[in-house]
Nanobody, 130 residues
Framework: EVQLVESGGGLVQAGGSLRLSCVAS????????IGWFRQAPGKEREGVSC????????YYADSVKGRFTISSDNANSTLYLQMNNLKPEDTAVYHC???????????????????????WGQGTQVTVSS
């Protein structure tokens, strides 16, 4: 059974930091594009950051470049998102997701666009107060 379990969300003041974790199980971590997505109330879901495990390429949304860092612990199949200098507009539910890179075009991989076969976690709430 495939599982993605997120943790690390919470309430933080603007300028603060949080580290999200996603423990993956039930699939081969290295065959996947895996990343973080967020959805705020009334807004569409957006890709925050992704990593293509086979070559280590990363993607960051313009809104988080220079503030967020994605990383992975292959031995423990865990994905992280270090979020620094948080802003109120970062408030959202953050989901971890993964899709086999064979299912995705090169452009989709480069732009953190996962397909219908992607696995999704339940999400963790991040709230940034001003």
């Amino acid at each position: 059974e495939v599982q993605l379990v997120e943790s690390g969300g919470g309430l933080v003041q603007a300028g603060g930091s949080l580290r999200l974790s996603c423990v993956a199980s039930g699939f081969t971590f290295d065959d996947y594009v895996i990343g973080w997505f967020r959805q705020a109330p009334g807004k569409e879901r957006e890709g925050v950051s992704c990593i293509t495990r086979r070559d280590g390429r990363t993607y960051y949304a313009d809104s988080v470049k220079g503030r967020f860092t994605i990383s992975s612990d292959n031995a423990n199949s865990t994905l992280y998102l270090q979020m620094n200098n948080l802003k109120p507009e970062d408030t959202a539910v953050y989901h971890c997701a993964a899709d086999n890179w064979h299912h995705l075009s090169y452009v989709d991989q480069m732009n953190c666009q996962l397909g219908g076969s992607a696995y999704w976690g339940q999400g963790t709430q991040v709230t940034v107060s001003s």
